[in-house]
């Protein structure tokens, strides 16, 4: 009797139709535990990042270093960082905005005499080349 009962469950559960739950599930965002902050803490992952990216240990001093740290300190939400193409995207906007900024404090009627520029290029041990323009004038 039990191979048949098997026969009979197993044509009982054909002719029902096996349901599927992949209509009900969804993605759930992983929760970020919240650390609590300590100046051990705080000083622990300051010193893994300077290692890490190889930074000057005065840049824990340097004033917009500290001016970040300052305006992170205030998010209420948490703090989302930029990946590397919204901040090259960035710095090239910014560069560009100075550049027309530039541009139109040497056209306006302050600078009224002459434009004086240096110019200066050189090689890195590690083979970076650099080349740099520094202009000078009076304001009056």
């Known amino acids: 009797m039990l191979p048949r009962d098997v026969q009979d469950c197993k044509a009982k559960a054909k002719a029902d ?11 759930i965002e992983p929760k970020v535990a919240k650390i609590k902050y300590t100046d051990i803490l705080f000083k622990e ?7 890490a990216t190889d930074q ?4 824990f001093e340097h004033p917009k270093f500290k001016h970040m740290i300052y305006v992170v300190s205030q998010a209420q939400n948490g703090v989302k960082i930029p990946d590397c193409r ?10 560009k905005k100075q550049m027309n900024h530039l541009h139109s404090r040497l ?7 002459v434009i004086n520029l240096t110019c200066d290029a050189w090689q890195a041990l590690n083979v970076d080349g650099y080349f740099t323009v520094t202009g000078s004038w009076i304001e009056e």
């Open 17 to 27: 139709g096996q349901s599927q739950i992949d209509g009900h599930l969804h993605e």
């Open 45 to 51: 992952v300051a010193i893994k990042w300077l290692v």
């Open 56 to 59: 000057p240990i005065a840049a």
């Open 86 to 95: 919204q901040m090259r995207e960035a710095i090239i906007d910014s560069f």
């Open 107 to 113: 056209n306006s009627p302050a600078v009224t005499g």
